[in-house]
Every structure is written in structure tokens, then in C-alpha cells.
């Protein structure tokens, strides 16, 4: 899921609602495999990165599984971990 949002400063900005959106779509998925990558993806500007940053490594975020991803409008990623098991040794809560 792919929320849009503001790619410029507002005071107004709504970051962590747009992330929380996000994040809520894929939580409340009615039908997913176990093998399906689950993402959140946000526009990647720097009001973004302070609060994905922030989210990712909190307990309920990372044993869900999904990422939270930064798209940058030159089409660069971050975040994106497609081997990561959050129940693992190397995972995030391992």
C-alpha cells in the first residue's frame, strides 16, 4: 500500500497520520500468504524519515513483518529488507 502525501514543509503535514494509514491497511489485510512482502510505502522526505526511522525497530511494528518504506521521487527505496524475519536471530526482535 501506497499512501501520497506531502513531498513539501506545511505546518499542517500530517506524517505520522499518512504512516499510520498505511500501516493500517496492511494490518487489516483480509487475505495474506506467509510468504507476501508487506510494505508501507511513504514519500521519501525528511519529515517522513524522522518518523519511519523512529517506527520501524517498536516491538509491535517489527513483529509484524511490515515495512515501512521511503519512496524518493528519483524512484530510490529505504527500508526495504525482503529477507528480514522479524522472529529470527538477525531479525529485529531477534
Do not use: Y
Not at 15 to 44: F, M, N, T, W, Y
Amino acid at each position: 500500500m501506497c499512501k501520497g502525501g506531502p513531498i513539501w514543509f506545511h505546518p499542517r503535514n500530517d506524517e505520522r497520520g499518512i504512516i499510520l494509514s498505511a500501516l493500517g491497511d496492511r494490518i487489516l489485510l483480509e487475505q495474506a500468504k506467509p510468504k507476501d512482502l508487506l510494505v508501507a510505502a511513504v514519500p521519501g522526505t525528511g519529515r517522513f524519515k524522522v518518523v519511519a526511522d523512529r517506527w520501524r525497530n517498536r516491538p509491535l511494528i517489527a513483529s509484524s513483518g511490515i515495512m515501512i518504506l521511503l519512496v524518493g521521487r528519483d524512484q530510490t527505496v529505504e527500508g526495504f529488507r525482503p529477507h528480514a524475519d522479524p522472529w529470527s536471530e538477525t531479525g529485529c526482535l531477534g
